[in-house]
């Protein structure tokens, strides 16, 4: 029998307490190997997250939306190690040939972090994500966050 998955909802008042979370999410020690999917509407934050995350986890330099690259490879030092991070936008991924041949299989395959945007226009390829973070705007700068946990990464996660 299938375990239920842990749902857990937040709302986040402004950008800072976006950024407060993805710093407290940086910190936990089963982000280096886990796998994220970020849903919502264009502009309910997925990539203002990622961005907050990726300085979190101490990348530097510019961090863009993969929109039209489909995957922007990051590294981080920490301090176990070096982080290897992916982020992926699947807005425009329309062609499961491309899968193969961008070599995303071994990607999420390989050590690290894996963040994808727009998981739905991958399903049928995309490894169940150990936490899945729903996204909405609300009034105003409010965000609200629907977050679940798929497996034991993604409990430790939101524990």
Request: with cysteine; glycine share 6%.
């Amino acid at each position: 029998m299938d375990k239920t998955p842990i749902v857990k909802t937040l709302r986040w008042q402004d950008e800072t307490e976006t950024q407060a979370f993805a710093q407290a999410l940086a910190a936990r020690p089963a982000l280096r190997s886990a796998t994220l999917e970020l849903q919502g509407d264009l502009g309910a934050g997925k990539t203002t997250l990622v961005r907050h995350l990726l300085r979190a986890l101490g990348v530097s330099g510019r961090i863009k939306s993969p929109t039209y690259a489909v995957v922007e490879p990051h590294q981080a030092q920490t301090p176990d190690g070096l982080l290897n991070i992916w982020h992926f936008d699947f807005y425009r991924f329309n062609d499961p040939r491309e899968w193969e041949d961008a070599g995303f299989r071994d990607l999420f395959a390989s050590p690290g972090l894996k963040i994808s945007e727009w998981p739905d226009q991958a399903r049928s390829m995309l490894p169940v994500p150990d936490l899945a973070i729903q996204l909405s705007a609300a009034e105003g700068d409010v965000r609200l966050a629907t977050l679940t946990a798929h497996s034991a990464c993604g409990e430790a996660l939101l524990a």
